[in-house]
Nanobody
């Protein structure tokens, strides 16, 4: 069974940091582009960041540029999202999504429908 499992969410004060992980289960993460998205109550789903299979392309939402860093370790079948200088508006359910494409050097966070499947998510709450 192909699964993505997120972890690392929690409650943090404004200005703090969290590190999220997205681990593949049942398949090798290597050939997949991975995107991170977040969904907050009453807000539209927002693409946060993505990374290509070979780590030669990344993309960030303007709202997180300079504060969030995406990386991956294909040997561990895991993608990471380091979130620094967190703000209350960063709160939400963060989930990762995968799309098989081992060749591209570009990834999009415009729509999670561009990805084949996603994980259940991990909750991030930033208090003011």
């Amino acid at each position: 069974q192909l699964q993505l499992v997120e972890s690392g969410g929690g409650l943090v004060h404004s200005g703090g940091s969290l590190g999220l992980s997205c681990r593949a289960s049942g398949f090798r993460l290597g050939p997949h582009t991975i995107g991170w998205f977040r969904q907050a109550p009453g807000k539209e789903r927002e693409g946060i960041s993505c990374i290509t299979a070979r780590s030669d392309g990344t993309n960030y939402a303007d709202s997180v540029k300079g504060r969030f860093t995406i990386s991956r370790d294909n040997a561990k079948d895991t993608v990471y999202l380091q979130m620094d200088r967190l703000k209350p508006e960063d709160s939400g359910l963060y989930y990762c999504a995968a799309n098989w494409d081992p060749y591209t050097s570009f990834c999009s966070i415009a729509d999670d429908k561009d990805y084949e499947f996603r994980g259940p998510g991990t909750q991030v709450t930033v208090s003011s």
